[in-house]
Every structure is written in structure tokens, then in C-alpha cells.
């Protein structure tokens, strides 16, 4: 296994609809995070764990819950999303919380 | 909030040319990263830079740092097919330490 990894690659879920998009890091690292990306948009930073606590969290709606159970895992657990979350989530990860980051091939989110 | 902004937003070019884009910005940064990203795909670190003045390669890829912390240029030299993608500058803040992400320079290359 190399770098960053996410799955599901591609998922398509209703409003109703509760999911998780995994990510994992074979890199050692530290710090994980996920961002949103949408058309057109900067990518947009959602959440940063630093040694398994959340350090931050950029505003994001509760409909988004993540979860790192250790440094190698990153969880988002998606419920009752709107068709506007629909967007390519990337997961990244670094040394630490300042460090280069490296980022996962992302989930491309589809909301009906 | 702070920004970068990334230019050119989109540029098609000529196999063989050189390429140049960069990132501006009115804050100070401490780092300046340099990704690609393919469709579908997540951004891939091409350069990264950690001093004022740096001037860093990669293969026919050249970036620099510049002295005023407030910008960043990305150079490709003698442009192929598959240099075709988004380019994204990302820079770390020097007082909050997050990373702020230009808009990216979508690159076409006409063979």
C-alpha cells in the first residue's frame, strides 16, 4: 500500500441516506484532513486531527461527523446531506500540523 | 479571510512551449506547495518550497519562492501531452498555520 488511500472512490446517496468515506495513510504520519472541493472553488478545509484530536473544525455543518480512531484512519460519516455537498472529498495527511501534505486519489460525492 | 490568487485561471498552449503561472497573495507565507491534480484524482505534490528566495526543480518543473513571501511562480518547461491538468498552489499562513489553496491553472496542451 502507497501514500494516501480512500474509499469509496465514487459514491451516489439520497438526502435520507446515512454513509462513511474511509481514508487511511501508510505514510506515518501525524495530522489528517478532509477537504471539499467543488468546481471552481479553492479546495475547502473541513476538519484537521493532529495525534487522533480534532483541531480543527472550519464551520462545517453537523450533517458531517468525522471520526480518526488513530493516526492511520480518518472517517466522515455523512446523514441527511443536501444535493449542494455534492463535491469531490479529499482526504490529506502530514508529519504534522504544518508539515507537506499529501492527499488521497478523494470520493466523488454525488447527493439526489 | 486571506487569499491567493492564481494565475493564469486557464491557459492552452503548444507541446514543446513553456509554461509559466504563479500565486499572489497580500499575506506572508512560510511555505509554498505546488500540486497537480488529474481529473478524478487527488492533488500530487510536484514542488515544495520553505525559504524566501528558493528556486527548487523538478524534471522540467522549476518553482520559487519569492522575497517577499507574498507570491510563488511554477515554471514547466518544453510542455508535453500529459502535463495536462489543474495546477494548484497551496500556502502556509504565517500566523495562523493553515494552508490556503489558490484556485488552480487549468493547463491544455495541444499536441
Known amino acids: 500500500e502507497t501514500g494516501v488511500t480512500q474509499t469509496p472512490r465514487h459514491l451516489v446517496m439520497g438526502m435520507t441516506n446515512k454513509k462513511s468515506l474511509k481514508c487511511e495513510q501508510h505514510l506515518g504520519h501525524n495530522a489528517m484532513y478532509w477537504y471539499k472541493q467543488s468546481a471552481k472553488k479553492p479546495l475547502e478545509l473541513m476538519f484537521v486531527?493532529?495525534?487522533?484530536?480534532?483541531?480543527e473544525n472550519n464551520s462545517v455543518p453537523s450533517r458531517f461527523s468525522p471520526e480518526c480512531p488513530n493516526s492511520s484512519h480518518l472517517f466522515l460519516h455523512l446523514h441527511t446531506l443536501q444535493p449542494e455537498d455534492s463535491a469531490l472529498y479529499l482526504c490529506a495527511s502530514s508529519q504534522d500540523g504544518r508539515d507537506t501534505q499529501y492527499f488521497g486519489p478523494g470520493t466523488r460525492l454525488t447527493v439526489l | 479571510g486571506q487569499q491567493l490568487n492564481q494565475s493564469p485561471q486557464s491557459m492552452f498552449i503548444q507541446e514543446g512551449e513553456d509554461v509559466s503561472m504563479n500565486c499572489t497573495s497580500s499575506s506572508i507565507f512560510n511555505t509554498w506547495l505546488w500540486y497537480k491534480q488529474d481529473p478524478g484524482e487527488g492533488p500530487v505534490l510536484l514542488i515544495a518550497?520553505?525559504?524566501?528566495?528558493e528556486l527548487t526543480s523538478n524534471g522540467r518543473l522549476t518553482a520559487q519562492f519569492g522575497i517577499t513571501r507574498k507570491d510563488s511562480f511554477l515554471n514547466i518547461s518544453a510542455s508535453i501531452p500529459s502535463d495536462v491538468g489543474i495546477y494548484f498552489c497551496?500556502?502556509?499562513?504565517?500566523?495562523?498555520?493553515?494552508?490556503?489553496f489558490g484556485t488552480g491553472t487549468r493547463l491544455k496542451v495541444l499536441a
Open positions: 497551496a500556502g502556509l499562513t504565517s500566523g495562523t498555520y493553515k494552508y490556503i
Open positions: 486531527y493532529n495525534f487522533k484530536e480534532q483541531t
Open positions: 518550497l520553505y525559504k524566501a528566495g
